[in-house]
């Protein structure tokens, strides 16, 4: 920074000096877009410029976001997704800059972590059962957020006609989906669960479960209603939401198609097709993480959901999980070898891998296994013909990734 300058960047009331100090920590906010207000001393005014700069946390290089029009605090950021972002201040007078652009070690002036959008999540019927004598709960849950907690599930249960919540257990548990609770010896009669889902963002998603009757444990009679579900109604609307969500990511609206199959999804949790509309959509936005967590709930209702399947493995493959994508992609032409397209997706990753020759085999199958699919041989027929150029493409995206 050059001599005589000293800037501050603020959100809200939190300050986050740069000159002097360790580097700030992240500052949270709950909007995609929000105002960033900066400082200057008072020597170094009037400014002829203000630039903002930012960059993903994760990435090396930073980006010119935009200049400050009228040179007086604030600026307004707009995030392109939830994540964590750095940003940094360039102001400028007539005697010179404050810094130069900032290079892959420059420490940014603000830290922040954008969440708008609270855990999704779903509590599964409990089941009772008795163990080794003692009375056991079943607790099965769902949770989808990008920026959960590592140990962010929270469990809870109240007696029927009561107001407290008692905690299940002593301390909060990661998301893995299912806790086997022994019940108090001296609990009785019918309780509700609650399950709360805490993210990085100070959000909680909550679900609450029936009345369950932890007295003992009964056998399903012949005749006895299974677990109530969405209402008809609910059925309808979130069947017609997804029928949008599909139109709109068709059109490329992603942000429409995203809340239309967002709240299709939470209309009806069980609805598979809804939750992998969600997942497509996520990737489509680059949220490799959150389409990831759909598809992987989607395929937990549905294991033989292909469309999940293949959508959870284009989401390894951006995350260079190859053999794990790979896994995927064969469960699904072992179900159906005439699937050409998968195939030939086998094949990409096959050679991204370093496998030419069962590269090879995969797009020989892609290109005969379903006279049909010429689009698909075409595409094959390109990639053969190009082979040396993909290997190199791939093998330096690898590399980067590394």
């Not at 598809?295 to 995350?319: I, K, P, T």
Request: proline letters at 5%; a negative charge.
């Amino acid at each position: 920074m050059s001599e005589g300058w000293t800037i501050a960047l603020l959100i809200g009331l939190t300050t986050a000096w740069v000159q002097g100090g360790e580097a700030p920590s992240h500052e949270i906010v709950h909007s995609a877009q929000f105002d960033v207000e900066y400082e200057v001393e008072e020597a170094a005014l009037p400014l002829t410029t203000v630039e903002l700069w930012c960059r993903r946390e994760s990435g090396a290089s930073w980006q010119r976001y935009g200049v400050d029009a009228d040179r007086q605090s604030p600026v307004r950021f707009i995030a392109p997704s939830e994540g964590s972002y750095e940003l940094f201040l360039i102001a400028g007078n007539t005697t010179g800059a404050s810094s130069q652009p900032p290079s892959a070690n420059s420490e940014p002036h603000l830290r922040v972590f954008v969440d708008s959008t609270p855990p999704a999540v779903q509590l599964h019927p409990a089941r009772v059962a008795v163990r080794g004598g003692q009375r056991v709960v079943a607790v099965r849950w769902s949770a989808l957020d990008a920026h959960l907690l590592p140990r962010g599930i929270e469990l809870s249960y109240q007696s029927d006609g009561e107001s407290t919540w008692r905690p299940i257990c002593g301390e909060r548990l990661s998301n893995s989906g299912q806790y086997d609770w022994l019940i108090p010896a001296d609990l009785t009669g019918l309780i509700r669960l609650r399950l709360r889902a805490y993210d990085r963002g100070g959000h909680a998603g909550e679900a609450l479960g029936d009345l369950v009757d932890v007295t003992a444990p009964v056998a399903p009679q012949a005749g006895s209603k299974a677990p109530v579900g969405p209402s008809a109604t609910e059925s309808a609307r979130a069947a017609r939401l997804l029928a949008e969500a599909r139109e709109a990511r068709q059109r490329r609206s992603l942000r429409l198609a995203l809340a239309r199959a967002t709240e299709a999804a939470r209309l009806d949790p069980g609805n598979v097709e809804a939750i992998a509309e969600l997942g497509s959509v996520l990737y489509d936005l680059r949220e490799w993480d959150r389409a990831g967590d759909a598809f992987e709930l989607a395929l937990g209702l549905d294991a033989g959901h292909r469309e999940s399947r293949s959508g959870l493995a284009r989401v390894l493959v951006q995350r260079h999980e190859l053999e794990r994508a790979g896994e995927h992609l064969k469960h699904i032409v072992d179900r159906d070898p005439n699937d050409a397209r998968t195939w030939m997706d086998l094949g990409d990753v096959m050679l991204k891998r370093g496998d030419d020759v069962g590269a090879r085999e995969c797009y020989h199958r892609a290109a005969t296994v379903d006279p049909r699919a010429t689009d698909v041989a075409a595409a094959v027929q390109k990639r053969l013909d190009n082979l040396d150029v993909l290997r190199r493409r791939f093998s330096g995206a690898a590399a980067g990734a590394d």
